[in-house]
């Protein structure tokens, strides 16, 4: 499997030391260089720049069409229009964005797309997490948003129950 990943997902799994989860979802992990710059560059000692940067698993490439980005950049942000337009050009299977206008817009593009908690999800049903609460729930205390509602389903659809 190929991932295109944007910042918010690298960002959140560093700050929990959960980084390296990525490896063992895909064969080849890629940014695109405005995720790298956001996550590396304006990051200056902010969780995910240093981890980031020794991930030599993680491929840093630079977006080819223009056009596209160009038309993608007057609803979203550099990064992840970067990571819609990357996402086609190497025929990744997923680009993994949390934005939800993000995701409808690489869907209108054609493009296949997961979340953070999708990509918890196959790492659970993979067996390269045991337990999937710890891991939301230190997500949770470092800020990633996740209602209540979406919290128990995650839970439950991995065989988690949620206490009553």
Not at 26 to 48: C, K, L, T, W
Not at 56 to 62: F, H
Not at 115 to 124: E, N, P, W
Request: glycine share 10%; net charge neutral; no cysteine.
């Amino acid at each position: 499997m190929i991932l295109v990943i944007d910042a918010s997902a690298l960002i959140t799994l560093a700050r929990i030391g959960r980084l390296n989860l990525l490896r063992g979802l895909a064969e080849q992990i890629y940014i695109p260089e405005a995720v790298y710059s956001e996550v590396v560059r304006r990051s200056g000692d902010r969780p995910g720049g240093r981890e980031v940067t020794e991930a030599s698993w993680i491929i840093r490439k630079s977006v080819l069409d223009q056009t596209t980005l160009a038309r993608l950049r007057t609803e979203l942000g550099r990064g992840e229009a970067e990571a819609i337009v990357l996402t086609g050009e190497l025929r990744a299977d997923f680009v993994v964005l949390d934005d939800a206008k993000a995701r409808r817009l690489a869907e209108t593009e054609g493009k296949k797309t997961i979340g953070l908690l999708g990509l918890l999800l196959r790492a659970k049903e993979r067996g390269i997490v045991s337990d999937l609460k710890p891991i939301v729930d230190d997500m949770i205390k470092v800020g990633f948003f996740i209602d209540q509602g979406l919290y128990q389903a995650i839970l439950r659809q991995s065989g988690e129950e949620p206490a009553s």
